[in-house]
Structure formats: structure tokens, C-alpha cells
């Protein structure tokens, strides 16, 4: 980190900001003017040369553009608001960022401090409203304040478990004058981000492990925001155990590692579902038993002990009793466990793997991906990305049917390519997220799927994506339903589709209106040179793809089953 | 998990050891509100160690909860450390107030004799009301209030818990040093 200023320069609180910034190495900023944080705007205007501002077009925008930028590059994102509304329409994406662990550093802009407490124009509790949903959050009232809530606010949100800060400056402190000098923060007395490791633990993990005959692993995304992918691979390689991802692990291990038996969960894979109910260890491993992952919890691995390595002391015997746990940062603890290990394979348990694989294959994989019928499948257009792009890409999704497609079947190769909103379900993220991690990412391809639904609730920043020339590759899949709800009301709600119907505009004039390239593809004879076009164009472009409007996503657990009562969507109506 | 861990409910005093931070205690009690879980008691004062402030939290749960509770807790970036202690863990005590006429008190010699088979003070007396004071646990203080309540109450407050436990120093002191020594070793 740049150590400024060891000599005191007088500034006023907004450069005090600004500079804090430049010192924490950040070099883009996502945000949203307005009244209260109108000197913040003001000096930013001097600071253009060491400072990218994007206007987004909505706060919304700009939260998730911070977090797909955060989640791409391992950096802190970080986006600017103003008080009130401008503040209040940040919560979503700051829950967002909470649920999933990803840095960011908000920062709003408050009403002068005498105002506070009087109802003032665009006047809001932002502390108070953010409270539950922030890792931590400060309100600054003297321009003094500025630089070390900022060092703690950097510290905070990137140390540990990382998750989402905000900090609410009062416009009187940012007109104020003040000494700046720039100290990061490295500690805090209250604060432990990183436990000291236990060799009594480790030693117990490398001891359960050794005895397993059928042990398993769950990867989530821990590993990631660990940077322990090799150390991952390592252990995996050297134990020979089997491993699952959860929903936000993916990409922690290339899809086609031998020992990749795809994704957990509500909608992932078969085989790992069904086999948490087998195992006879279960290792859990920077994941934290999210009830997608586990079903109904009181059939959850009980015939198998439990292990979970885990940093957030929190998360360890929350959901799930575990037998025995590894608190600390998988990075370190990993490599520590895998010293202890003796080499092994577990040809025979992994096959036992494959046989369900080959049933599911079968059963759900090759219909979605080949299907029968003149109309495109939402699998089928995974698949034809997958061939052009060979696992080079950055792949940010929405949430819904077409997410869980995409998890299914995009076939990850590298770490932080995959960028979705898991916890939260947040729909109207894809696009804002794909924005921002194409600023994170400016040299990678940056490819968004999202639903006919959630691209609509944040399509407003096609402005972002054509102001600024971000060639993210947007790819609609469209129903014309909301078709997670619509496959539910289908399932268990007799087929009733309330308010799931949904009607779109006309997608490549939409993007023309912005000056984007786009077109529409209903049929499959064109997908494929759709899908080039849209890759070789220089710039951003919007592929609406027309598919099956009743296509579900299977296999399927249902709500509060258990994870070895996996649908098919294949079985005969019990109805 | 075992069964117990979620059926028997029963009391537990938390105590929570915190930096002195605006806020926090906000902090504090929206992990309570997000669960749904009731406070009994709550009562905030500096500890034994300066700079340490401790929150002492009354509620009725099961174990599972409490024991989340907290870990949640000292998620918070501003609590230190955060323990659940049960009844034969910590000696406790609540004060309570009483308001009442200094007529009724004059009038019988009965209110003079509550006062001292409770071992309760009278605080101050003047021509119109008399304040009574007693320290125990809820059900005394509860006692007393009955007793009293026929000759009129006419005011009545009873304090949070205070607890203190049966060890022989504050839960914090050598976590505190340990933690300080640890950064040390570190920088």
C-alpha cells in the first residue's frame, strides 16, 4: 500500500476521501450524485486523472457494478451514493454483498450535521437502516474522522470473511479542512479476521480423513476468497477424494478435474446430492450448509461424520452439528492438513458417482443440452457458448431458471469466472454485476445470461454499457415468463400462473435505441452464428434468444426434501 | 443435533464485552430482533477493565440458539467477546423502587414491617410519598411489589440484571492480554 503524505497536507474532507481511496489503490468508483455528496462530486472532478468515476444509472447499478467488480478481480469495490434515496437504493445490493461475502466499500452522503435527526430533505437513517445488513458501517460527522474510517472501512471489508462496509459522511465534513496523512489500519483489538490455527484440529481432520472409506467433499466459496485454489487442488489430488461445488465454488477446480462431480444443491447434480446421504465423511470446506445446499436437515448426512473447514466461526455447528472443525482460513489450512495426508485414490466410490452421473445424463443432461423439438433449450444455449468459448470467458448470470441452467452447464476452467447472486436470489443483478466486472476485467470476455424478468428490472444501465463502450456479450434468455416462479406454480401450485406471464420489449431495437448491436434468434439452425457474431463484435451486443417457454430446470430437490430425493422431472404425475 | 439442544428452553444471561462504540448497541440487539427473540433484561456499564464496556442480556431460549447467538455476537466488529452463563454460573441481583404515601405509611405499622422482613431501605421520605428500595433477584423484588400494592403503589422500577460470575476474574482479562501479546508477535 502507497504510504502518502508522512507530512500533513491541509485538504478539505471530500480530497481527505479521495486521497484515502488513491492510498487503498483503488482506481474505480462506481456511483450516483446528488445533493449531499455534492463536494465528494466536486473534488472528484480535479481527481479524473487518478480517479474513473462511472455514472451508473441508478444506485442499484452501481452496488452491483461494485460487487461484480469486487467478485472478478479479488478487489474491494466500491461505489458512492447519495444521502437519502440515493442511499436507500444501495440495500439491496449491500444484502447482496452480505449474504456472499464479497468486499465492497460504500460510502453516502449525509445531510450537514446540523441537520441530523431533523427530518431534513433527503435525510435517512443510513446507519441505522444498513446496520443488520453490513459487516460494519461508521458515520463520519468531522472531516478529521475521514481518513481512518476509510483505512478501517478498507480493512474491515476485504480481512476475514469479507463482506460489505458503509460509510455515511455528513456534507459539513466534507467541506471542512483538515490535516490529512494516510495510516492503513492492520488491526483492531476487537477484530480477529484470521484465528490462529489449531494442530490439535488439524491433526483431528488429518486423522478422520485418514480412517474414510467414502469421504466427500463440499466446496464453496471459501476457497476463492481465500485464494486457495492450488491449495485446493492439492489436497483434493493428494487424498483422492471426491469433490462437489456449491452453488458460489464453482470455479474454485476446472470442471473437468477427474475429481469434479459438479454442482450441490436444490438444482445441482444428482450424484453429490445423493451422495452426502452415502459418504461416511463429509468435509465441508470454506461452505456453510446454506439450506439449498442441505434440503431437509434433520435427513442431512446423518450416517456420515461431519468436518468443516471454515474461517467464520459463526457458520461452524450453526446449521449442521459437525464432528469436527478447522477454524481458519482454508489457504493455510488446507496445505497444513494435506502435509498429514498419505496418498490415496477412491476409483471405486468415484464410479459410484458416475453410475448416477450416467442415469442423469441420460434422464435430464442430454434432453436440455440435445433437445428434441424446433425450439431452443436454455441448456442447449450453454452448450453452444461452452464450444465457442472454451471456458474463456467471465460468466455473470441473474437469478433464476437460466442461473441454475448456466451453473449446470457452463464448464468453469478458471477461477473467479463465474459471478452470481447466490444467498440473496437477487434478481436484477446480472446486468449491473456483468458491468462491473467488465471494468474488473477489461480484458477478459465478459458474458451475462439473465432471464426475460431480471434483465428488465435493471436494464437502465445498458446507458452505462453504451457510454462507455463495455463490450459485455448480454444474452436474454427469454420465455416470456418469470420461469423459476412459473416452473413452482407448475410443480406445486397446480399450475396456476399467477402474475408469471411477462411480456418484453423488442430487445434488438432496445439495444439500438442505446447505439448497441443486437438481434433475436428463435431458431436453432442460427444460434451458433448468433452466438459467434455476438463474440467477435467489437463492443457490447444483446442476443435475445426465444426458448422453450415451459422449460424446467432439473433434477430438482424439492422444498424440504431430502437431498437424496432428487426429481427427475421424469417420473410418472403422481398428480 | 441432539433434540435437548432445541427443547428445553430456559434462562440464560449473556454477557458481551465490547468496545465503548455509538451504535453498538443497535448492533447488539438486531441479532435478537432478526431471530425473534425476546429480551428480558438488558443492562450496560463499563467492566472491570477500562475502555471495556459489557452488556448483560437476560433471555429464554434453547440451547442451539443461545450458543448461535453468540457467535453471531462476536461477529459484530466492536465486540470483544461475547459468553452465555446459566442460573448456577453467576450470582445476580436487580434493584427495585418503590414509590408509596407517606400517610400509608404512617397510617399502619404493617408497611414498616414488610419493608423490614424484606430487608428493603427507605430512601427518602417526604410529607407526600415515601421511596423504598430493594436489591434481589426478580421474584423478591416481584414479592415485595405485591405486598405493597395494597396500601398503593404509586410508583414502581425494577433495573436490568447485573451478573457477575463465579470465576475468579473478568471472562475478558487474559483473552485481552493474549490477544495484545498475539499482535505483538505479529507486527
Not at chain 1, 445533493?35 to 472532478?45: Q, R, T
Request: net charge neutral.
Amino acid at each position: 500500500m502507497e504510504k502518502l503524505n508522512q507530512q500533513k497536507i491541509r485538504v478539505t474532507g471530500s480530497e481527505a476521501l479521495l486521497l484515502s481511496l488513491i492510498a487503498e489503490e483503488v482506481t474505480t468508483i462506481f456511483g450516483y450524485p446528488g445533493g449531499a455528496i455534492m463536494p465528494v462530486y466536486d473534488k472528484l472532478y480535479d481527481f479524473k486523472d487518478r480517479l474513473k468515476h462511472i455514472l451508473t444509472r441508478h444506485e442499484q447499478g452501481a452496488v452491483h457494478a461494485a460487487q461484480g467488480y469486487a467478485r472478478v478481480s479479488g478487489r474491494t469495490g466500491v461505489c458512492f451514493a447519495t444521502s437519502g434515496p440515493g442511499a436507500t437504493n444501495l440495500i439491496t445490493g449491500i444484502v447482496d454483498a452480505y449474504m456472499d461475502s464479497t468486499p465492497i466499500v460504500c460510502v453516502t452522503g449525509q445531510v450537514g450535521s446540523h441537520l441530523i435527526g431533523s427530518d431534513a430533505f433527503q435525510e435517512t437513517d443510513v446507519v441505522g437502516i444498513s446496520m443488520p445488513v453490513t459487516k460494519w458501517n461508521y458515520q463520519v460527522t468531522k472531516a478529521e474522522e475521514i481518513p481512518e474510517a476509510m483505512a478501517k472501512a478498507f480493512y474491515i471489508a476485504k480481512s476475514g470473511r469479507p463482506g460489505p462496509v458503509l460509510v455515511d459522511i455528513t456534507k459539513d465534513a466534507m467541506l471542512q479542512e483538515m490535516d490529512f496523512a494516510y495510516e492503513p489500519c492492520t488491526y483492531i483489538r476487537s477484530y480477529v479476521p484470521m484465528p490462529h490455527i489449531k494442530e490439535e484440529q488439524l491433526n483431528r481432520a488429518a486423522e478422520m480423513i485418514y480412517e474414510a472409506k467414502k469421504p466427500f467433499a463440499l466446496i464453496g466459496q471459501g476457497v476463492i476468497l481465500g485464494g486457495a485454489e492450488n491449495e485446493l487442488l492439492a489436497f483434493l489430488e493428494k487424498s483422492g477424494i471426491p469433490a462437489a461445488f456449491t452453488l458460489l465454488g464453482l470455479s474454485a477446480l476446472p470442471n473437468d478435474h477427474p475429481q469434479h462431480m459438479g454442482m450441490l444443491g436444490m438444482h445441482g447434480h444428482a450424484a453429490p446430492n445423493i451422495m452426502t446421504n452415502e459418504c461416511d465423511l463429509l468435509i465441508g470446506i470454506g461452505m456453510r450448509f446454506d439450506d439449498r445446499v442441505t434440503g431437509k436437515v434433520s435427513k442431512y448426512a446423518t450416517q456420515a461424520k461431519i468436518l468443516h473447514f471454515e474461517l467464520e466461526k459463526a457458520e461452524i455447528n450453526k446449521i449442521i452439528k459437525v464432528d469436527a472443525y478447522v477454524n481458519g482460513n482454508v489457504k493455510e489450512t488446507l496445505p497444513a492438513v494435506t502435509a498429514k495426508l498419505v496418498k490415496k485414490s477412491f476409483e471405486g466410490w468415484i464410479n459410484e458417482f458416475k453410475i448416477i452421473r450416467k442415469d442423469e445424463e441420460k434422464r435430464v443432461i442430454h434432453p436440455e443440452l440435445y433437445p428434441e423439438g424446433n425450439k431452443i433449450s436454455m441448456g442447449e444455449v450453454m452448450r453452444v457458448i461452452n464450444e465457442a468459448v472454451k471456458g474463456e470467458a467471465v460468466l455473470v448470470t441473474d437469478v433464476g431458471q437460466h442461473q441454475m441452467m448456466a451453473s449446470r452447464y457452463f464448464n468453469f476452467k478458471n477461477t473467479r469466472s463465474w459471478i452470481t447472486s447466490g444467498g440473496l436470489g437477487t434478481i436484477g443483478f446480472g446486468l449491473p454485476a456483468a458491468m462491473g466486472a467488465q471494468f474488473g476485467a477489461p480484458d477478459k470476455t465478459v458474458i451475462m445470461v439473465a432471464g426475460d424478468g431480471g434483465f428488465q428490472m435493471t436494464l437502465q444501465e445498458l446507458g452505462t454499457i453504451a457510454y462507455n463502450r463495455l463490450p459485455v456479450k448480454m444474452i436474454v434468455l427469454n420465455n416470456n415468463f418469470l420461469g423459476m416462479v412459473r416452473q413452482w406454480q407448475e410443480l406445486f401450485f397446480e399450475e396456476r400462473y399467477s402474475s408469471t406471464p411477462i411480456s418484453s420489449p423488442n430487445y434488438p431495437i432496445l439495444a439500438s435505441a442505446y447505439g448497441i448491436a443486437g438481434e433475436t434468434v428463435k431458431d436453432r439452425t442460427d444460434l451458433k452464428a448468433a452466438i459467434a457474431r455476438m463474440l467477435e463484435t467489437d463492443g457490447p451486443y444483446l442476443l435475445e434468444v426465444k426458448v422453450i417457454n415451459k422449460g424446467n430446470v432439473f433434477p430438482m430437490i424439492p422444498q424440504g426434501a431430502a437431498v437424496n430425493e432428487v426429481l427427475y422431472g421424469d417420473e410418472k404425475s403422481s398428480k | 443435533m441432539t433434540n435437548e439442544q432445541f427443547t428445553v428452553y430456559q434462562e440464560y444471561t449473556l454477557t458481551i464485552f465490547s468496545e465503548n462504540s455509538i451504535g453498538l448497541l443497535n448492533r447488539i440487539t438486531i441479532n435478537f430482533t432478526k431471530r425473534k427473540l425476546n429480551i428480558e433484561s438488558l443492562t450496560v456499564s463499563e467492566s472491570a477493565i477500562k475502555g471495556v464496556f459489557k452488556f448483560t442480556i437476560v433471555v429464554v431460549c434453547n440451547r442451539h440458539t443461545v450458543e448461535n447467538m453468540v457467535k453471531q455476537l462476536e461477529k459484530q466488529i466492536d465486540v470483544i467477546r461475547a459468553f452465555y452463563l446459566t442460573q448456577d454460573e453467576i450470582l445476580h441481583q436487580e434493584i427495585a423502587m418503590y414509590k408509596i404515601e407517606t400517610n400509608a405509611l404512617l397510617e399502619t405499622n404493617e408497611i414498616e414491617g414488610i419493608i423490614r422482613m424484606y430487608n428493603a431501605r427507605i430512601l427518602e421520605m417526604t410529607k407526600e410519598y415515601t421511596v423504598i428500595e430493594k436489591t434481589g433477584h426478580k421474584a423478591e423484588t416481584q414479592e415485595l411489589f405485591e405486598k405493597l400494592r395494597p396500601y398503593g403503589v404509586l410508583q414502581f422500577t425494577r433495573s436490568g440484571r447485573v451478573a457477575i460470575t463465579r470465576l475468579k476474574q473478568e471472562l475478558l482479562s487474559s483473552y485481552l492480554e493474549k490477544l495484545e501479546k498475539e499482535h505483538r508477535e505479529a507486527v
